[in-house]
C-alpha cells in the first residue's frame, strides 16, 4: 500500500457499515466512521457495547459480517476481499503491553522494521528520543516501570510508520498519578507522526482530553459523533448526558408546549400533551443563593423561578464541594456542584436557580 497518492480530503481510515454478530447477537450495527491524517478519533461507550470488536475488525483480526474498509482511499476489506493484517499499515497497541522479556528496549522497539541495521538503530534511537526513554535503550522491560513499558509499546506501534494506529484502552494499566502524564505524552508523539489514531475507551475523561473527534457507541450502534465540546454540552438524549457526567433530572408533564417544574415552565414544542419528559440539568450548572426569612432571587430570563430547597448533606472532595437538596415543591433530590469549600449544615434553606441554556429536555424513555 505504499507509494499510493491520496489527497488532502480523503480520509486515512474509513468504515462504511460494519456489521458483526456472535450467537445471534448483534455486537456491531452498521457502524461507519472516517479518520483523517493526523486525527485522534474515540470510540467511546460501555463494557460490551462493541469498541473493540470494531477495532479487531479494522485491525484485520476479524472478519466483519457486512460492510467495507478503506485505507487512504483504498478498500482493505469487505466480505469478499481482504488484505492480510500484516499488510494493513495499522500500528496496534492494548492494555497489554506484550514486549517481548527477552529483548533489550531497542529490540523490542525494532521488531517490526526492515531495512538495514543502521537505518533501524536510527529509527529506534528517534522514536526513543521523542518518550524521553533513550537512555534505557539497552536495559530489558522487566527493569522499566508500568509507564515506562507503556512508552516502549508505543515506539514499537510507531516504528513501522503505521498510516492508522489502533489503540484498544491502552492506559487502563496505568495508576492514576502516571496516566494523564503518560496520555499526554503519547498525544503529543502520536501527533507529530501524523497517524490517523482509533482510540478506544470507556472513560469520558480519557476521550475529552485525547480526541479532535468522539463517536458514542451503544448497543453496537453509534448513536452520537462530534468534537468533545459538542458532545458533553448537547447530548443527543439522557443516557449520553449521564455517561459523561452526574447529572440532575427533573420530570415533568407536557401540556401546550410547556412542563411545569420547580424552576418555572420549560418548552417542549412538537412534543404531544401528556407526554413525560426528562429535563437533565448538571450539578455545576445549578446556581444556589441564600434565603432571605423565606425570599429568594428574582426570576430572570437567564435562571428562571427560583425553588427553595433544604441542604440535605454537603461534601467536599477536594476540587468542589457536593451539595445534595431536597426541592419544597415536590420533595425530590437536585445535586450542586461549588468550585470551592462550601458545607452548609444539612437542614438550612436555600434557593436554587439552573441556567436555561444548560438544561436539556428529552422525552422519557419508557423502561426496558
Known sequence: MRGIQVSDTTPRLEIRNLMRQFDGRMVV???SLTVMPGQ???LLGPSGCGKSTTLRMIAGVDMQDSGE????GSL?????FRIPPERRSVG???????LFPHLSVAENVAFGLSGSKEEKRARVEELLSRVNLLRFIDEYPHNLSGGEQQRVALARAL????RIMLM????SGLDNRLRDEIRDSTLEVLKSEGSAVLLVTHEPEE???????IALMRDGKIVQQGAPYNIYNSPVDLNAAQFFSDVNVINGTVQGALTDTAFGQFLAPGVADGTRVNIVIRPQHVKIDFDRSGRGPDPSPQTGTPARAIVERARFLGKESLVEFRLEYDGSYMTAAVPAVFLPAPGTPMWLMVRRERCHVYQETPAA
Open 29 to 31: 450495527n452498521d457502524v
Open 40 to 42: 485522534v478519533t474515540c
Open 69 to 72: 474498509i478503506y485505507v487512504d
Open 76 to 80: 482493505v476489506c469487505d466480505t469478499v
Open 92 to 98: 496496534l497497541m492494548f492494555q497489554d503491553f506484550a
Open 159 to 162: 516504528a513501522p510508520r503505521p
Open 168 to 171: 484498544d484502552e491502552p492506559f
Open 207 to 213: 476521550a475529552m482530553r485525547m480526541a479532535d473527534e
